[in-house]
């Protein structure tokens, strides 16, 4: 008989509004505090300590609008926030200030988050997305020095997700595009060319997420089905699983760092657990009275601690520990 689903380990209350995004920062800090931030519709960004389970600070920088993505800059010192102000925000957090130290127009109205990929020597590539509906543009920071413009010839509608990616055997970085007519597409940066072309999903990509080990991808849309896709040595993506739901609806998707679970945030209010390798479903948690908006697995050095939180648009952030024994 199967075991029931778990309860959440913990729950975070307190910000104010729907939570549209998760980033933890726990690697390196066993002895110290491990933190959780969290961009939410009113313009607030929560940072947590886990350990206490409140809040450390609460950063505005957005003018009340909503954020949509936070991310740190390989420190729980420095951090990355945007938001529907038009705004990248970057933050000095050091010695308990809280202060804006640069910002980025980004000139897009949409709800496409951005994506950072770390190029080693103080130097992070940004890929946001452009003032042109259909455009992403790359940016290196902390130069801010434009790097490419990507803009499709074909009418794909707007960006919807973006995910940057340095292949170990390429010198270019890639970046992963989901549009808003249902396909996914691998740019080059250096060559500003299209690799690949899928037409994934018959309604906006909502979310995607790749796994660089297995040449391997997922989205999910508004649709009652999640998508899996790998790149040949061609570069060329093609169709592998198709997984079907219950429910329509996918907000945010993503594959654990051991790469063996993925988790779905369900307009449904449930989160979905599945076995990366076959897309074989293992769980459905049910705690949220309002839709899932993100999922994130925290970074732990010790496997044992992981946990998965769940951000909704009920003002609740949600903690599991799942599978860290398989």
């Known amino acids: 008989m199967a075991l029931p689903p778990p309860d959440p380990q913990f729950v975070l209350r307190g910000t104010g ?34 350990r206490t389970r409140r809040t450390e600070s609460v950063l505005e920088g957005h003018g009340g609008a909503s954020v949509l993505w936070v991310q740190t800059l390989n420190s729980r010192d420095a951090l990355i926030s945007q938001g529907r102000d038009l705004r990248v925000c970057m933050w000095d957090l050091a010695e308990g200030r809280s202060v804006v130290t640069d910002s980025i ?38 130069s801010k020095t434009p790097v490419c413009t990507l803009k499709p010839d074909a009418k794909l509608g707007m960006p919807m997700c973006l995910k940057l990616w340095q292949p170990d ?26 690799l690949s072309r899928l ?9 995607l997420d790749f796994d660089p080990g297995k040449l391997r991808g997922v989205s999910g849309s508004s649709e009652k089905a999640i998508n899996s896709w790998t790149l040949d040595g061609q570069q060329s993506l093609k169709l592998q699983d198709s997984v079907e739901l219950v429910n329509p609806g996918i907000s945010h998707l993503c594959i654990r ?17 599945l076995g990366w ?18 999922v994130a697995f925290s970074d732990h050095d010790v496997p044992n601690k992981r946990l998965m939180a769940a951000g909704s648009k009920d003002q609740r952030i949600s903690f599991w520990s799942v599978y860290n024994q398989i």
């Open 105 to 142: 127009l980004t000139e897009s109205v949409g709800f496409c988050q951005c994506s950072l990929l770390d190029r080693e020597g103080g130097h992070w590539l940004l890929a946001v997305p452009g003032a042109d509906m259909a455009a992403v543009r790359v940016l290196d920071l902390p």
């Open 17 to 50: 509004a729907p939570v549209n995004t998760l980033h933890f920062c726990c690697r390196n800090q066993e002895q110290d505090k491990p933190l959780l931030f969290s961009g939410s519709a009113n313009g607030a960004v929560h940072v947590w300590n886990l």
């Open 257 to 273: 760092e051991d790469r063996r679970i993925l988790a779905t945030a369900g307009w449904d209010h449930r989160i979905r657990l």
């Open 169 to 194: 055997s390429g010198s270019s970085p890639l970046l992963w595009a989901g549009y808003e007519d249902g396909s996914v597409s691998l740019w080059n940066l250096s060559e500003r060319s299209l």
């Open 199 to 207: 037409a994934c999903h018959a309604e906006p990509v909502m979310s």
């Open 277 to 294: 390798k076959k897309l074989k479903p293992l769980a459905v948690l049910q705690y949220h009275t309002d839709i899932v908006q993100c």
